[in-house]
């Protein structure tokens, strides 16, 4: 008899470790999210310009990103976590962004654009470092 109490426990607390209370005692029923995961339409990926890229002053940047739920975007140039300048303002979300770096530009392999959402400024997304020789 107590042979078949300690297999009978050992099977109880291995279906509770391996299910889960609920699913071995409760309803059956999925408990609700406390936290919703933001939505996957709404996030921003920079593809262009990759690390380590060299330009010059004068030279043209394709900037590139993916963000198919966004009408319109705001690029922003950083120097390392320092704002920089506004590159483009509410433009048409194309994908693409055809920009010329102005001759004046301090030198630095620290740069990364800033591709931003225009009507949600928490959505945005860097570029990875590149630089301007």
């Known amino acids: 008899m107590k042979s078949m109490i300690l297999i009978f426990g ?3 607390i291995t279906l509770l470790i ?4 609920r699913d071995v005692i409760g309803d059956g029923t999925q408990p609700q999210s406390i936290v919703q995961p933001p939505s996957e339409g709404s996030k921003i ?13 004068g030279d043209t940047i394709v900037i590139r990103w993916i963000a198919p739920t966004i009408e ?5 140039l950083f120097r390392k ?3 920089k300048i506004t590159m483009a303002e509410n433009i048409q979300n194309e ?3 055809i920009w010329r770096i102005p001759s004046n530009f301090t ?3 620290h740069y990364r654009i800033k591709v931003i959402s225009n009507r ?5 997304e860097f570029s990875e470092q590149f630089g301007i020789l």
Do not use: A, R
């Open 120 to 124: 949600h400024s928490d959505i945005y």
């Open 18 to 21: 391996t299910c889960g209370c």
């Open 81 to 83: 976590s320092n704002y």
């Open 107 to 109: 030198f630095s392999h």
């Open 72 to 76: 319109s975007i705001n690029l922003q």
């Open 95 to 97: 994908g693409y962004f």
């Open 45 to 57: 990926e920079v593809t262009d310009p990759l690390y380590g890229t060299i330009f010059n002053p």
């Open 10 to 12: 050992s099977i109880v």
